[in-house]
């Protein structure tokens, strides 16, 4: 009899809950029970953190490698989580003597932890392991690219052949780094997506937001500048973004409504469907091949993201036809005008919907779980 594969998230760092990991996990839970698997998360537990899924298991140690610290301390460090993936590993693959197929995923992490995970593997056996690792940034450009690459290839020798795979989800980043590490990636759809009902706007006013914590290379200084920017246009617009951003409202400004910084996701599902435009100035550097879930969500639930130029989203952008929706964001006064403009562009409506289809089609659960599918060899 074969039994269903048991596929475990291993997530060194919750951020507090920041940003897509939360969503991305439990997408992945989804995603699972549509093929048949079974989805546990281990994770370090940390302060204030929401409410987890049943699934999610806080046994991870050892989550302080992506701090300043002495070399001996992140020795220690990387011992720690080391051992304490082996110490669950070891429970799935040896004490319970199981015959069935265990797939180790791991994102958002830094060459330290991808270390201590080859570490902790090194002796475990090698029937049904395999390891998965999805690459978001381009580590490829970065002064440990060595490291990263070293480490692909000890923990491919780690398992059987086939049975250890590169993911990502942006196939700009995917083209790149296959190059650099000498491997094939698989580009993966981005799955917390989901149809949103658009919300008619009461008072007519239109809802600009830049959604998430705020951070310089998400655009923190310009939606600073915008917020103090004075316009004839204030009184249409509302800027809303996260507390933490320190945004004020001037005479002569636009409104600005603050939320919290680490939105529950059926608060920002409905931020998502009251937003006319979803504020993208993220820089071109940290974002010229990195995708953005933001973006993303904002095409799917029917937003009109403005964004920088020579950015993944500008690439997307392009390939619909959307370059009026790549701006230039060096005047707020000009940026007002241009998003007032690209509001009465009917053109732009017409060509975003094409593109809202095409991300539907490809975005989804449904589209995320067949990758995995056919990932396992």
Known sequence: MNYPPIFISLIPNLMGGEGHIIPYHISITEATKILGWHHEVVYSPEENLPDLPENWYGELKGNKLEIDANFWYKLKQIKLFSDTIRAFLIDKLVKQKSSQDHIIFIER????????????????????????????????????????????KLLKKSVKSNHFKLFSDS??????????????????????????EKLTNINDNII????????????????????KCKTHLADKF??????????????????????????????????????????????????????????????????????MANTWMARELLKFGLDKLIINWDNPQQVW?????????????????????????FHNLSSFAHQFKINLI
Request: proline share 4%; charged share 20%.
């Open 109 to 152: 992490f830094i060459h330290l932890q991808l270390l201590a995970l080859w570490l902790s593997v090194l002796f475990l056996p090698k029937d049904g392991l395999y390891i998965w690792v999805l690459y978001r940034h381009n580590f490829h450009q970065h002064k440990t690219n060595f490291f990263y690459k070293l480490l692909n």
């Open 238 to 307: 509302i800027l809303v973004a996260a507390k933490s951003a320190d945004l004020i409202s001037l005479n002569h400004g636009v409104k600005v409504i603050l939320t919290e910084d680490n939105l529950p996701r059926e608060k920002y599902v409905s931020w998502l469907a009251k937003t006319d435009i979803m504020l993208i100035p993220y820089d071109a550097i940290a974002y010229q091949e990195r995708t953005s879930g933001v973006f993303t969500e904002s095409i799917i639930a029917g937003n009109i993201p403005v964004t």
């Open 337 to 361: 005008q241009e998003i007032n403009n690209i509001l009465d562009d009917e053109e732009i409506q017409i060509k975003l919907k094409i593109m809202q289809k095409a991300y539907r089609d």
């Open 208 to 227: 600009c937001w830049w959604a998430g914590p705020p951070r310089e290379e998400k655009g923190w200084q310009i939606i600073q500048q915008l917020s």
């Open 171 to 196: 196939e700009l980043l995917a083209n790149s780094m296959a190059k650099y590490f000498e491997e094939s990636f698989t580009v993966m759809p981005i799955p917390h997506t989901e149809f949103v």
